[in-house]
């Protein structure tokens, strides 16, 4: 057998710990290795695989899709990106939207968007206002707005025009804001740093500030969007809407591609402003079609709802300081540093959680997870964590 680890070694980048596993397909929240190994995933790819792994309508609409037309560039229209853009516009707030391929680049376009609108609309204002522990992308600019310096400092010098404060403290983005201000930009619920959810009140506080102040309220939804956490997008649960909305993971189902959707407001880009030559391809945005189709025939809104508080409440009793999450966005904070041997354990036992730090293990499972799946997960974690 190939020694995939031992090649890849030799010939990728160094850029991230792998784990020593090499799956080669699944279906569902099953996904086996290069052995033949079984297991159940919680993790999907990270929070990518809303309808598992190898859903065959995704399939089957990338392979008819393929068999017509792959891609064009953004010169001309194309009936799938039109429709995509429709579908989501309904699905969420009176907008337009600009595709890209990932949520970086969803982020960047959000981040233009902010600066132009500044330049028109606040005298050449250009900061924006991001908060501590939060993830945009890896991006010069998105790595910068993400408040997580190990991923940043490498690269200075950085881009002017971010301002970080911590999450959950509205009073801290009002003494923030300056002439110079013209966004704030929040993840609903952070994620990548292990899933921390706004505080009851703190976006619809922040909305009301940034209508006060004139300012764009950004919310990056790359994670948190499309079903995530038991709403179509998360700021839902806050009773209010974005100016700009940045969407990516999980909208293609695993093929790459990303949204910024902005309100009338926002939308400041005139042609020539932005592009992307990917974006928006026929190809993703009929993977994403399908993947917004089978959410909502399959009803996958209210069974992530359903599902999340079912996972939430059996995580209860693994002997962890904290469970939170939102959804089917969970996780879970160990006293003791050992998140990484109890990721380990699990991969041993046929289970992939995901592991973001030394004491918190994150849980983004497809949102057609089962409450069978959430009991053989349980009897798996138990003896992890033990
Ligand atoms: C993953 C993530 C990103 C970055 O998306 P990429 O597709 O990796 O560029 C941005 N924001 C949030 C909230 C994310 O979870």
Known sequence: MVNTPELADRYLMQTGRRLPVTFVRGRGC??????GREYL????????????????????????QAGELIHTS??????????????LVELSFPSRAFFCNSGAEANEAAIKLARKWGARNRDGAFEIITTTGSFHGRTLATVTAGGQPKYSDPFKPLPDGFVHVAYNDFEAIESATTQKTVAVMLEPVMGEIGIIPAAPGYLKRVREWCDK????????????????????FAHQHAGIEPDVMTLAKGLGGGIPIGACLA???ADVFEPGDHGSTFGGN???????????????RDGLVGHAAEMGELLHSSLGDLGAKQVRGLG?????EFEEAKAKPFQQACLEAGL?????????????????????EIERAHAVMEKGAG
């Open 352 to 372: 992939i959680v995901n592991a973001v730090d030394d004491h918190s293990v994150r849980l983004v499972p497809p949102l057609i997870l089962t409450a069978n």
């Open 41 to 64: 995933d919680l993790v999907a790819g990270i929070a990518v695989n809303l309808l598992g792994h190898a859903h065959p309508e995704v399939a089957a609409a990338v392979s008819k």
């Open 74 to 87: 953004n010169l001309y229209f194309t009936q799938p990106q039109v429709e995509l853009a429709q579908r």
């Open 30 to 35: 099953l996904v086996y290795d290069d052995t």
């Open 213 to 232: 102040k004139n300012l764009l309220l950004i919310l990056d939804e790359v994670q948190t969007g499309l079903g995530r956490t038991g709403r179509w």
């Open 328 to 332: 089917l966005m969970q996780a879970f």
């Open 282 to 296: 026929p190809l993703a945005c009929a993977a994403a079609a399908t993947v917004l189709h089978v959410i909502e």
């Open 263 to 265: 309100n009338p407001r």
